[in-house]
Each structure stands twice: as C-alpha cells, then as structure tokens.
C-alpha cells in the first residue's frame, strides 16, 4: 500500500459512501490482511468500514445473517454460525488460515475480492447464501451468491453490508480444504451439500476453488440428482467431474495431482453422505 | 499526509505520528517495542504477533491507521526479566526456546488464549498458537509449557 495518502474513519455508512464518490482512488478496509501486504496498488484513499457496525450475527426467520466486517473467529465463536448447515459453515471458517489471521479476516473480505486461496466462497455456494450490497447511491440489493461470485465480486464503490445464510439443516452438507500445513494456501478447497429424500438424492450442490475460481460444478449437481444413496454410480459421476473443471496452473503442484486430488476428496464426501443418510 | 494515531501500549497511552501507508510492525519498532519481530512480513511466520483489542494479530499485515483509540499489548507489556509472566516462566522452565525469534509472538498468542480460556485442552492450545512458525523446536514442548503456564495462571502450580 505505498501509494496510500488518507486513512479515513466514516461516522456512519452514508459518510463512507460520500468518502468513497469524492475520490478516484478509494477503497473500503476491514481486516486489511490483503491491502496491508498489496505492494502493487494506486489506492490513495482508504475508508475504514470496522467501526460502522457492521459486524453483528442474527439469527431469525430460517436464516443466520452476518455482518460484512465479522471476523472469522467472531464467526467460528458464534453459536448462531454452529446452526448453519449441521456446522459446515462453522467448519470452513475453523480451516482458514491461522488464529492471528482468523481474528483479523473479515466475511466480507473474504467474498469481495476473488482470490482463489479464499476459504468461504465454496460454502456460500453450496448453501445458495445471498450477498446483501450496498452501492454508491445508497441502494441495496440482495445477490445470489452464485451471481456474485460468476459476475466477478464487488464492482466499484460496492459495499458489501452482509450475508444471509439458509440455516438448512435437512441437508447433508461437507467441507473441506487440503493443503501442506494449517497455514499455508489451500491446494483444493471443496464444499458439497445434498437433499435427500425416500433414499434419492433430490438436489446438489458441488463447489469448488481454488483449481479455479470459486463456483458450482453443475454438471456433477445434475448427474448426482436421481441417483439412490445405496447405489450412487460414483464411478460416472467421477468422469463427469473431471471433465467439468479446467484446472488453472499452479507452480507449486501439477494439473495431475489437484485432479486426482479432487476425484480422492469428492469421492470421500459421497461415501460421508452414504454413511450418514443411511 | 502524516496523522497522530491515539493508541494505548501495554497501559500507556501514546500519540504517534504515523504515515497512513505504515505498517503497524514498522511503527511499533520505530517508537521503541522491538520484541515485535520483523520475520517474513507476509503474514505467514507470526513473530510480529501482538495483542490488539483483545484479540492477537500480526502486526505486519495491518496498517497503523487501523489501530487508531486501540489497546495493544506487546511482549514487553506482560512481563520483565526480574518478574516475568506465568508464561514466560513455563517457557524457560519447560526449555522450550531455541533461537527465541518466534518466542515473543507465541507467548502473546498463548497470552490471548489463556486470557479468554483459563484452562485450554491441548487441541485448543495447537488450535491458538497455529499462527506461530518455529523452525528450531517444534511445537510439543510449548504446548506443554502453555498447559503449565495455565495451571500457574490458576494457582494449581
């Protein structure tokens, strides 16, 4: 951030939107553990959005919402966060990056930008999750997490105010992220979540990152629907996941690996979800 | 443009002139708290870790500015060489340093759990101090010297 020459802290949310129109070169920060780091920048100005509020966690009327400015581990500590999805969301956010990290990353952080190493996306996906944002003029607007995510994240001057979670709990829901050490980037992140109703699997949903950019596999969504748990043909679901991911080059580890890797990891959560919906 | 950030550090409060592009690592060292280590400023190894509003973070990845009317802690805010911190104790006793450099932000990380958590599990203690790389010992001995310190804290020792 060497091009920083203002650090700004708005009263209210109108007042952060005025500071953000009057400059070019504005940008909202929370945590900040991508911004501080971020030697490559032309931000001038940056408006501080932790003081604003905008952190609570509510739970009412079949859906958990969370504040944009939550922290991870205000999420992972929150007994409204362990209700959603039988605990795949507290899940996700106990395998993000590392305590010191976790109290600084915020949900909103995590969603705005799409980094691919980022560990919520793939569990906003599978539990059809909606992004409440804010926009320069002060309208709101509710996202579908998968349009958020397929229009490229947060446009310009878009505040992102919170997100609304399904509670979901007659789903089977699965998280998981495989890399080297806790801290370290993820190799592969995925999160799977399933109806099942009279032994048939009657929805999926299949997410990935990480390989790619965050989003739903649902080539692999539409095969797994129909199928019985008893006989789940894992074997052509499994061609079919293949050929639904172009994985993106990563120097650290072949196109090889992450495929098998993905094949190994998706084929334990149906075996999760067999044992569990038995 | 140059601001005062108004913070608190280890129970003083200070007023600091601080660039808004500056580290928080880089203006703790430079007004004089250099047990906050300067490692791989990436987020990553955690030696710059400190204790800000409760909750410890590394201080090499935030700006200054997002400090401003905060309490710090910094590892020379929680004990001396004379009358060290029930942790620091357990450190030197269980002889789980090495080189030291990690040393100052596991204890404030150990500090922050045993703060909210007086009597963690073991899994608990591995859970908190994962933002804490040491390249000399490994990690048992200080998971054992934090179960000591904890009992120390509550007067079982």
Not at chain 1, 214 to 224: H, I, M, Q, Y
Not at chain 1, 249 to 276: A, C, H, N, P, T
Not at chain 2, 34 to 51: D, F, L, Q
Not at chain 2, 61 to 81: D, F, H, S, V
Request: glycine share 8%; aromatic share 6%; with cysteine.
């Amino acid at each position: 951030m060497k091009n920083v020459t203002e650090y700004l802290y708005p009263s209210d949310l109108s007042q952060a939107l005025i500071l953000y129109a009057e400059h070019e070169e504005s940008a909202y920060i929370a945590g900040g553990t991508h911004l501080a780091a971020e030697s490559r920048n032309n931000t001038k100005r940056l408006i501080d959005i932790t003081r604003l509020g905008l952190n609570e966690i509510i739970d009412g009327n079949g859906e958990v919402q969370v504040g944009a400015t939550a922290t991870i581990t205000e999420m992972y500590s929150s007994p409204e966060i362990s209700k959603v999805g039988n605990g795949v969301l507290k899940k996700a956010c106990q395998l993000i990056a590392d305590t010191p990290l976790r109290n600084a990353i915020t949900l909103g952080g995590n969603i705005s930008r799409l980094y691919t190493w980022v560990g919520l996306p793939v569990v906003l996906l599978t539990l059809d999750a909606e992004v409440e944002i804010m926009n320069l003029h002060g309208e709101r607007k509710r996202v579908p997490a998968a349009d958020h995510f397929a229009n490229g994240g947060v446009k310009d001057g878009d505040l992102i105010l919170k997100v609304r979670f399904p509670v979901r709990n007659a789903w089977f829901h699965s998280y998981e992220k495989f890399s080297l050490t806790t801290a370290d980037y993820t190799w592969l992140t995925i999160a799977f979540a399933a109806e099942v109703k009279d032994g048939k699997i009657t929805d999926a949903r299949l997410a990935v990152s990480r390989i790619t950019k965050a989003t739903r596999l649902k080539a692999v969504e539409n095969a797994l629907i129909g199928q019985e748990i008893a006989n789940i043909d894992v074997e052509s679901l499994l061609t079919v996941l293949e050929s639904s991911v172009d994985i993106v080059k990563d120097f650290r580890v072949s196109k090889e690996y992450r495929r098998q890797l993905l094949g190994v990891l998706f084929k334990r959560m149906i075996q999760k979800l067999q044992e569990e919906t038995k | 443009m140059s601001q005062i950030l108004h913070v608190t550090i280890n129970g003083e409060q200070k007023e600091i002139s601080i660039e808004p592009d500056e580290l928080l690592l880089d203006v703790l060292r430079r007004v004089g708290y250099k047990g906050v280590k300067r490692g791989c400023k990436e987020g990553a190894c955690g030696t710059c870790t400190i204790i800000l509003n409760g909750y410890a973070v590394k201080s090499c990845i935030m700006l200054a500015a997002q400090a401003e009317n905060g309490e710090i802690t910094t590892i020379e805010g929680i004990g001396t060489r004379d009358n060290p911190h029930p942790i620091q104790q357990a450190f030197v006793d269980e002889g789980v340093v090495q080189c030291g450099f990690c040393i100052p932000g596991m204890i404030l990380s150990a500090k922050n759990l045993l703060d909210k958590n007086p009597n963690p599990t073991e899994e608990e203690i591995s859970f908190a101090l994962d933002g804490n790389l040491c390249r000399c010992t490994g990690y048992s001995g200080q998971i054992k010297a934090v179960k000591a310190a904890a009992e120390a804290i509550r007067g079982e020792k």
